[in-house]
Each structure stands twice: as structure tokens, then as C-alpha cells.
């Protein structure tokens, strides 16, 4: 069963690129979790996932004795949830469909995907702490680092909107 949360259904077996993969598929997850409950149940989900994802990558190091596994994937579910946290608070405030903030989903995506490869400053620091702690924080870093980054991205093209 920690094996299943780990790679998140066994997206993380997919190659290349397992943590690309665990989080291109936590997007349409949080898109049915945002439709289903709005931003309140995305936060709930990532909140959940995020102590059951930190034991099913302790068992997985355990089990190999690798301190960061490429299929444990569940880490890059939890923050790329993070990142979408903006554009699920965003959808509820408008009232608008989690859809509609697409050019957010993208941001959310491609920043992730930025900070959790090249790994600045604390996101970094978190990665060579060499645990299942360190695996689950540094992409939960990369994820608040991407959610702000959508925030300003946000704030910048609605600007440049209101000046068109």
C-alpha cells in the first residue's frame, strides 16, 4: 500500500522522468479535487498527502536504502498541488471554473518543474538533508516558491491588462 502512495498509483514507474510524470498527473487530480470542493478540498488533499507521503518515502528508503528514490513521486504530487493552490483560491473567488485561470496552470506547472530541478537556496537545502523529510520539503518548498511566482506572474498580466 506505501508503495502505491509513493509513486502515486505507479505514475512514479514511468520513465523518463518520473517526477515530471508525478506531476503532470497531480494535475488533473487537483483539477477534480477543485471542482469537487473548491480550494478548501485541494489544501485538505495536499495536507493529507503530505504526512502519508512522507511515510511511504520513509518505507521506500528503508526498503532500499536509496535517500531519494526516482519513483517516489508523491513528493512532486504534494507540491505541485501547493503551486495550485493560487489558482484554486483565485477560480473560487471569481466564481469561475478552475479551467478558465489555464494560463495559471501552466505557470504553476513550468515553475515547479523549474525549482524542483534546479533546486535554489532552501529547496536545495532541503534536498541534501538525505531523508524521507528532505525528499517530502524540498518540493514542498518549490511548490510555495511556484505558488508565489504564480501570484506575481498573476498580478503582472492583470496589470498589463488593465493598461490595454
Known sequence: ??????????????????????????????????????????????????????????????????????????????????????IALGAAMMNAAPSALWPGWVAAFALFRLFDITKPGWVGRADRRGDALGLMLDDVIAGVFAALGVIVLAGLAHGAMRLL
Open 1 to 86: 500500500m506505501m508503495h502505491l502512495i509513493a509513486t502515486f498509483g505507479g505514475i512514479g514507474n514511468l520513465r523518463p522522468a518520473p517526477g515530471t510524470w508525478g506531476s503532470l498527473a497531480a494535475l488533473p487530480c487537483a483539477w477534480v479535487l477543485m471542482v469537487l470542493g473548491g480550494p478548501w478540498l485541494l489544501v485538505a488533499a495536499t495536507l493529507v498527502i503530505l504526512p502519508l507521503g512522507y511515510f511511504a518515502a520513509l518505507e521506500e528508503i528503508l526498503a532500499t536504502r536509496d535517500t531519494d528514490p526516482s519513483w517516489v513521486v508523491i513528493d512532486e504530487v504534494a507540491g505541485q498541488w501547493i503551486a495550485l493552490w493560487p
